[in-house]
């Protein structure tokens, strides 16, 4: 199931590191697709994702891809930033916990209430992407 | 406790202000030199000599001060051979705490009879939309959160719009507690922030992270304090008054500022796990404290982590703040310095105040904020968004 894209001007104010790793993960993000590593072995789901499991330390790990729905945990609206987000004040950012049972931080684009759900969307900057989150309505 | 017991003898501590930059007339605050003052204070105040110390355990200095290797820079300035460790500690918003530890560590193993554990934060020079460029990275993943956008305190917020949340609370409820802790500091001279401080003053100042104002969230300082810690044998010899370590406890809950497994994230697991620790240890429990001084940066901090201790039942740390329960004169008095919110936070060195606070209260010197009878007191600290505590239980010994 794909997120929604959202292209969005201009460039991230402080863009991600890649490894030859985690690009799985931003490739797939530019796509659309919101993924992570799930471990063959217990079975449990990461995230950020990890070249092994961090529950049992298993090197096994295969890629899954998540729904982007969850509920919002919380959030905040941030007026004084770091000097590379000014242009952004202010703006959201939260927690999300996913509906596999992954809890992520994220920014936020609306008024979403606490507990109510929200969806993943892809912010395709043009220099790459980012992830936020929406309330969605089901 | 093992039967090798640890001491706070004596301290000093810089009044929390802002010190660093240029004057007028091109001179400024040098660190060493501040530093090394306190030392000296703080060796009269234990009633021992140069000759006794073995071991000086430094909080890092902040990047931006200009000497490097600060530790062993100031074993030449003030040319002590050591049989101790020197050297300098870091843990973001626990390095002071860990620095003590280590300082502690270093008697209870025998590598000295007395140890310094000291450190100055030099920070202000510095404007905080370019200290949070650094201060950013290391609350959160550089590359799953740094790139959204969030700061320090902004999951203290996140923790506040939880708690309003589930226990039907407000930002009204919470902001109590640093009116409440501005009281305490108006009676604290080394204390940063000391004006009388209404309700309505702390609500009316402009939004820094939803729902926390300029007032709710820690200003920035310089400090500086030295701590000097023995074996209780050589405490007892001085014939004065001190303090000792009767309980500790740490605990890291293995996250950094968020679980990727869902959890209360409000409970604040670490410190509930840290204070358990420390009263077994101590073999007391929290109703037998007088006085507690916790590093909570925020309102809300407090009172999580009041209620994460058992110092206030769940959902009601803020309004046992309102009600003057945690308040000098109430059941349990929180940050009589003042705390972070008055008193001053110069992260580096921040937990040192709250031991330096405690020293003081223990050995009857709190003034006119002093504890009627302060005999059992706990201190402590955490980092992240609490995802690490280190309490310590301290006692008075006259």
Same mark, same amino acid.
């Given at each position: ?66 729904? !982007? ?11 004084? !930033?770091?000097?590379?987000?000014? !242009? ?12 596999? !049972? ?37 | #406790? ?6 706070? $003898? ?7 202000? =802002? ?21 000296? %204070? ?22 931006? +001060?200009?000497? =490097? ?29 860990? +620095? ?12 000295? =009879? ?36 969030? +700061? ?21 409820? $919470? *902001? ?53 810690? *023995?074996?209780?044998?050589? *405490? ?28 209360? #994230? ?40 009041? %209620? ?49 606070? $405690? ?30 505590? #280190? ?8």
């Amino acid at each position: 199931m794909s997120l929604p894209i959202i292209q969005t001007e201009g460039l991230r104010a402080y863009p991600p590191r890649m490894s030859d790793f985690t690009k799985s993960f931003w490739d797939g993000l530019t796509s659309g697709y919101f993924r992570t590593t799930c471990c063959d072995d217990c079975n449990r789901p990461s995230f950020p994702p990890k070249p092994f499991c961090p529950h049992c330390w298993s090197n096994k790990v295969s890629w899954i891809e998540l729904t !982007g729905r969850g509920m919002l945990y919380s959030v905040t609206t941030v007026h004084a !930033g770091p000097a590379v987000f000014s !242009g952004d004040l202010p703006y959201k950012v939260g927690i999300v916990d996913l509906e596999e !049972g992954i809890r992520i931080a994220t920014k936020v684009l609306d008024d979403t209430a606490l507990d109510k759900p929200v969806e993943l969307v892809v912010l395709s900057y043009e220099d790459g992407p980012l992830f936020a989150a929406r309330s969605h309505l089901s | #406790m093992g039967e090798n017991r640890v001491s706070i $003898l004596g301290g000093a501590a810089l009044p929390v202000g =802002k010190l660093q930059g240029l004057s007028d007339a091109g001179t400024q605050h040098l660190e060493h030199e501040v530093l090394a003052k306190l030392v000296v %204070e703080a060796l009269e105040d234990a009633g021992l000599e140069k000759e006794d110390v073995g071991s000086m355990i430094f909080t890092l200095p902040r990047p931006y +001060t200009q000497q =490097k290797y600060f530790a062993t820079f100031m074993a030449n300035y003030m040319r002590l051979p050591c049989d101790g460790l020197v050297m300098e500690v870091m843990g973001n918003g626990m390095t002071p705490a860990l +620095t003590f530890q280590v300082a502690v560590d270093q008697v209870r193993l025998g590598r000295t =009879k007395v140890a310094l554990a000291l450190g100055i934060n030099f920070e202000t020079g510095t404007p905080s939309h370019e200290h949070m460029m650094s201060s950013m990275r290391a609350t959160g993943d550089v590359d799953f959160h740094v790139p959204f956008g969030y +700061t320090p305190i902004s999951w203290y917020a996140m923790d506040a719009v939880r708690y309003i949340h589930e226990h039907n609370s407000s930002r009204e409820d $919470l *902001a109590m507690v640093a009116v409440k802790n501005r009281r305490h500091a108006m009676f604290n001279p080394i204390a940063q922030y000391r004006k009388p401080m209404t309700l309505e003053d702390v609500l009316s100042q402009r939004p820094i992270v939803e729902p926390l104002g300029l007032f709710e969230v820690p200003g920035r300082g310089d400090g500086a304090v030295c701590l000097v810690v *023995a074996e209780e044998d050589i *405490a007892k010899s001085t014939g004065r008054p001190y303090v000792n370590i009767r309980g500790e406890g740490f605990f890291h809950e293995g996250a950094h500022q968020i679980s990727e497994i869902p959890n209360d #994230m409000i409970s604040f697991q670490a410190a509930q796990r840290a204070g358990k620790k420390a009263f077994t240890d101590a073999g007391i429990s929290a109703s037998d404290l007088d006085l507690a001084e916790v590093y909570a940066p925020c309102t809300i901090v407090e009172v999580l982590v009041a %209620e994460a201790l058992g110092l206030c039942p769940r959902g009601q740390g803020a309004q046992q703040a309102a009600s003057g329960e945690t308040a000098l004169g109430g059941r349990i008095p929180i940050c009589t310095s003042g705390g972070l919110l008055s008193r001053g936070h110069p992260a580096y060195v921040t937990a040192l105040y709250s031991y330096f606070e $405690l020293l003081e209260q223990l050995r009857g010197r709190g003034g006119k904020r002093q504890v009627d009878q302060a005999e059992l007191a706990l201190a402590c600290t955490e980092l992240g968004n609490y995802n690490a505590a #280190m309490v310590h239980i301290l006692e008075a010994v006259a």
